[in-house]
Nanobody, 124 residues
Framework: QVQLVESGGGVVQPGGSLRLSCTTSGVTPELLTITWFRQAPGKERVGVSS????????NYADSVKGRFTAFRDSAKNTVSLQMNNLKPEETGVYYC?????????????????WGQGTQVTVSS
C-alpha cells in the first residue's frame, strides 16, 4: 500500500522560507512522479511543482518559478519542496501526491495517492 507523509509546514512571515518534505513508503520510489498541491480556504486545489523520482526532473507552476525548488533524496525516499520568498496568498494546506506515470503534470485528476496535508501560513 502506497503511503505519503508530508512534514515541514508552519507559520512564516512574507518573504520567508519553508521546506516541505514528502516521504513515500509501500512502493519503489523511482516509479513515481510526485507533485505538490496547494489548497487555500474556499479555493480549488492547484498544482505547485512536480518531480520525477527516477530522474529528478521537475516542473513548476509559473507563479513559483525562481522561488520554489523541488528535489529528491533517494536514500530517504523523500521529495522535498524548498519555498523561498513566500507570499501571503500562498497560505494553504499543501499536499503531496503521487502516480506511476512519467508526465510532470500539475493536474490533480492524474494522481492516485495523496498525503494528509500540511498547513503553511504566510502572515505578518
Amino acid at each position: 500500500q502506497v503511503q505519503l507523509v508530508e512534514s515541514g509546514g508552519g507559520v512564516v512571515q512574507p518573504g520567508g522560507s519553508l521546506r516541505l518534505s514528502c516521504t513515500t513508503s509501500g512502493v519503489t520510489p523511482e516509479l513515481l512522479t510526485i507533485t505538490w498541491f496547494r489548497q487555500a480556504p474556499g479555493k480549488e486545489r492547484v498544482g505547485v511543482s512536480s518531480c520525477r523520482s527516477s530522474s529528478g526532473e521537475t516542473n513548476y507552476a509559473d507563479s513559483v518559478k525562481g522561488r520554489f525548488t523541488a528535489f529528491r533524496d533517494s536514500a530517504k525516499n523523500t521529495v522535498s519542496l524548498q519555498m523561498n520568498n513566500l507570499k501571503p496568498e500562498e497560505t494553504g494546506v499543501y499536499y503531496c501526491a503521487a502516480y506511476g506515470g512519467p508526465v510532470l503534470t500539475l493536474a490533480d485528476r492524474y494522481y492516485d495517492f495523496w498525503g494528509q496535508g500540511t498547513q503553511v501560513t504566510v502572515s505578518s
